[in-house]
């Protein structure tokens, strides 16, 4: 595609609820990057796919968060028993390998937790 | 341990006067370090990285490796320059860690 496109730009749950958020990356990028942006805390850096080596996970807050990749493109994060405090955008990027930095960013998934 | 640091969470300035954001950093290795805006109701985007060398939108920012800084500036602001502004550095992988972000307010 043009860009990477996220889905939902919005998703309201109730506290407790699990919830998917999905990212489509740009085609070609094999590395692929989940983000929190949340007030007072910037941007938090989740998970970091690329091509088929394991994901470095260590910026996940807790074992209720994971992530998958499909086929190297597509990828899923999932906040199980969700909290008040998982409330923020979630950002997902894509970039070819070892561009150093240069993502394109999706415009990100709102989460309210209530 | 990789660190980057914004110490002003908000800039005012007023158009046309020039405007300065802060970025230092600490990392053991050599350094890959940007700039990324984002506009009111826009997604993040990359306006600048130090290995280019470039000047983006009237905005250049130099690494001084001396002083571990990496401060974006602009001789004249222009209200369009209003938005979040935030510093990242790249590790071995690619992989950023961004700075707390400076909002910046360019008023007429």
């Known amino acids: 595609g043009a860009g990477v496109s996220q889905s939902p730009s919005n998703k309201v749950t109730e506290k407790g609820k699990d919830v998917e958020l999905r990212c489509d990356p740009i085609s070609g990028h094999t590395a692929l990057y989940w983000y929190r942006q949340s007030l007072g805390q910037g941007l938090e850096f989740l998970i970091y796919f690329q091509g088929n080596s394991a994901p470095d996970k260590s910026g996940l807050p807790s074992d209720r968060f994971s992530a998958e990749r499909t086929g190297g493109s597509v990828s899923t994060l999932t906040i199980q028993r969700t909290q008040q405090e998982d409330s923020a955008v979630y950002l997902c990027a894509s970039s070819f390998p070892r561009t150093g930095g240069g993502y394109t960013f999706g415009s990100g998934t709102r989460l309210t937790v209530v | 341990a990789q660190r980057v640091t914004q110490p002003e969470k908000l800039l005012s300035v007023f158009k046309g006067a020039p405007v300065e954001l802060k970025c230092n950093y600490s990392y053991s290795g050599s350094p890959e370090l940007f700039w990324y805006v984002q506009y009111s109701r826009q997604r993040l985007q990359l306006l600048l990285r130090?290995?280019s060398r470039e000047s983006i939108k009237g905005f250049t920012a130099d690494l001084n490796k001396g002083e571990t800084s990496f401060h974006l500036k602009k001789p004249f602001a222009q209200e369009e320059d209003s938005a979040m502004y935030y510093c990242?550095?790249?590790?071995?992988?690619?992989?950023?860690?961004f700075g707390a972000g400076t909002q910046v307010v360019v008023t007429p």
């Open positions: 130090h290995i």
């Open positions: 990242a550095l790249a590790d071995s992988w690619g992989k950023l860690q």
